[in-house]
């Protein structure tokens, strides 16, 4: 059977050439991210490491530095998109951070929310397909407790003085959720990167009428270039 899937996946390359979307170099049918990539990645992924640098005034925790590796993988899945590869990145990241002594079962993961305008452009959230892998990794709890309510311009595509402004207002808290269910826990914000933090404050302030033990945020890539 191996041998049998082997030699299809041979003939499917042949007729439907396949190339890693980070190198480009060939790959099998179907392969999104060859193997000396997934090295890279595997290399690039270390333990919660807290970030010291942002606007924010809760912890936030990164798993990798932002290089050229890190930012063209994750600027792959956002603008190629790929949710392949967003899944990928997120197990290597619950497996090779060893999110099993970082996050405890009764934590709560939240997603950082995609305004419904641009889930319908991209077709999914990588912070929610990122957060869905780690819940499932650790066995905590997952929810979906921020919506993001306006439309607004990406953080990267504005200038210093939009930053401060763009997200006011733009996130709440959803309607379907119960509010004591989240009393007195951990609730860990995910994204997948942190520059100033603007995004994580912004998000984070619906949570913070749900009366929680505390509130921090992991993602997985921040630029140590500012605090190393």
Known sequence: MFRLKKLLNHFLSIFFPFRCLVCKNSC??????????????????????????????????????YDDFTSDLIKIIKYKPSKKLAEILGENCAE?????SFIKEEDVIIP?????????????????????????????????????????????????SERNNNLDNAFALSSDIIKSAFRGKRLIVVDDVATTGTTLLKSVEPLKELEAKEIIALVVSHSYKKYK
């Open 28 to 65: 099998d049918y179907g392969i999104v991210l060859c193997e000396d990539c997934k090295e890279k990645l595997k290399k690039s992924i270390h333990k919660p490491q807290e970030v010291k640098d942002t606007t924010c005034d809760f912890p936030i925790y990164t798993m990798s530095s």
């Open 96 to 100: 090779q951070a060893d999110l099993k």
């Open 112 to 160: 950082v929310p995609m305004h419904e305008k641009r889930l319908e452009e991209r077709g999914f959230n990588q912070a929610w397909v990122l957060a869905e892998s780690y819940a499932k990794k650790v066995g905590c709890h997952f929810s979906p407790a921020i919506i993001r309510k306006r439309y607004t311009k990406p953080q990267a595509s504005c200038n210093e």
